[in-house]
C-alpha cells in the first residue's frame, strides 16, 4: 500500500502506450510491443514484468505477454473501459497536488494553485491538452454509472446534463428512453466535443448545445435536470450556489438527479473517503453523507424524494422542489 503511486504510475504507461489493445488478438513478445508502441525494449519488459506481478497482463512464456481479467477492461474498445481513466490518474496535474497532500490537510485549502498558479478548472479551460484527457476520463465514468437502467426517466421530456462535457452520459439516456430530448450545458470551450460525441452516435438532432457558467445560471426548458459527479467538485457554498441555480431553472414538477458517491457517517470503505481527499487537494470539493446532501438540498429550497445505489459506489439523489 505505501508504494501503491509506483503502481499507478506502471497502469497508466502501459495505458497511454496502449499495450492492452496490442494484445487484444493474442500473446505477443515484449520485443515486438515495444516496436509497435515505438519504446525501448528493455523498458518496456520491465514494465510489463512488473505489471505481471500484480496480474496485469501474464508472461504465458519468457518475454512473451498476454491480457488477462485485469488487462481487458484497459482496451479501449471494451464495454465497461477504464483506459481513460488509468490515463487521467498518471497525469502530473494529479500526482504532483497529492504530493502536497500534507499542506492540504494543515490548511484545509486545494494546493492546486499553488502548484499551478491557478484554480483546477481555470487550467483546464486554458489546457487543451488536458481538458481532453479530462473529459475523456469523465465521459468513460458517465458511461459506467449505468443511469440510464438504473432510473426511471419515461416520465421526463428534457433532461438537461449541468456540466454534461461530451454528452457521453446524456448520449446512454436518449439512446434508451426514445422520446426525450436532451440539453448538455456546459462551459463553451467544452461544448465543441459534446457536439462531435453526439453527431458521432446520431443523437444531435435530439440536442440543443447550451454554453454557460452554472454559477450565473442554468438553462431553462427541461423538466429533469441532472448534475453527475459535480456537486463532490464544490465546497458547501459553491455547491449550494449550483443548486440554487438549478432550482430557479425548474419547474415545480421538476425534479433533480445528482449522481454521487455518499459517504457512510462512519467507517466508510475507502475509495470514498479517498475521493474525498482527491477533492480537497485537487478543488476545495468534498464527498458528503446523505444528511450532508438532504441539509445542502433543503438550502436550495429542494426536498430529498429519494436515495438509491446504483453499483460500483455511486447512489442516484433525487430532489424536487420543496412545497
Not at 493474442?26 to 520491465?46: I, K, T
Amino acid at each position: 500500500m505505501i508504494a501503491a503511486y509506483q503502481v499507478t504510475q506502471a497502469i497508466h504507461v502501459a495505458a497511454v502506450l496502449g499495450i492492452a489493445d496490442l494484445l487484444k488478438d493474442g500473446p505477443r513478445d515484449s520485443d515486438l510491443l515495444a516496436q509497435l508502441a515505438d519504446v525501448n525494449p528493455d523498458g518496456l519488459y520491465r514494465l510489463l514484468r512488473a505489471l505481471a506481478g500484480v496480474g496485469i497482463f501474464a508472461e504465458v512464456e519468457p518475454r512473451r505477454f498476454a491480457l488477462t481479467p485485469l488487462a481487458e477492461p484497459l482496451r479501449t474498445d471494451v464495454p465497461d473501459s477504464v483506459h481513460a481513466f488509468a490515463a487521467l490518474q498518471g497525469q502530473p496535474w494529479i500526482w504532483r497536488p497529492w504530493g502536497r497532500l500534507l499542506d492540504a490537510v494543515k490548511t484545509g485549502n486545494s494546493v492546486f494553485p499553488d502548484e499551478y498558479g491557478m484554480p483546477f478548472f481555470d487550467y483546464f479551460t486554458r489546457n487543451e491538452q488536458a481538458r481532453t484527457v479530462l473529459q475523456a476520463a469523465l465521459a468513460g465514468s458517465g458511461r459506467r454509472t449505468g443511469l440510464a437502467d438504473h432510473y426511471d426517466f419515461s416520465q421526463s421530456s428534457t433532461v438537461a446534463d449541468i456540466a454534461g462535457g461530451q454528452g457521453a452520459l446524456l448520449g446512454t439516456i436518449l439512446s434508451k428512453y426514445q422520446h426525450l430530448r436532451g440539453i448538455v450545458f456546459d462551459r463553451a470551450v467544452v461544448l465543441a466535443h459534446a457536439r462531435q460525441h453526439l453527431t458521432e452516435v446520431g443523437l444531435i438532432d435530439r440536442c440543443d448545445l447550451v454554453g454557460g457558467d452554472f454559477f450565473e445560471s442554468v438553462v431553462v426548458g427541461a423538466d429533469t435536470y441532472l448534475l453527475s459527479q459535480v456537486l463532490h467538485d464544490w465546497n458547501d457554498n459553491a455547491a449550494l450556489t449550483i443548486l440554487t441555480n438549478c432550482r430557479r431553472a425548474m419547474p415545480e414538477h421538476g425534479r433533480l438527479l445528482a449522481i454521487e458517491r455518499i459517504l457512510p457517517e462512519r467507517q466508510a470503505p475507502i475509495r470514498g473517503p479517498l475521493g474525498d481527499l482527491n477533492m480537497l487537494v485537487l478543488m476545495n470539493g468534498r464527498e458528503r453523507t446523505r444528511d450532508e446532501y438532504e441539509a445542502l438540498l433543503a438550502k436550495a429550497d429542494l426536498r430529498l424524494a429519494q436515495v438509491s445505489e446504483m453499483g460500483d459506489g455511486f447512489s442516484v439523489i433525487e430532489a424536487v422542489p420543496r412545497t
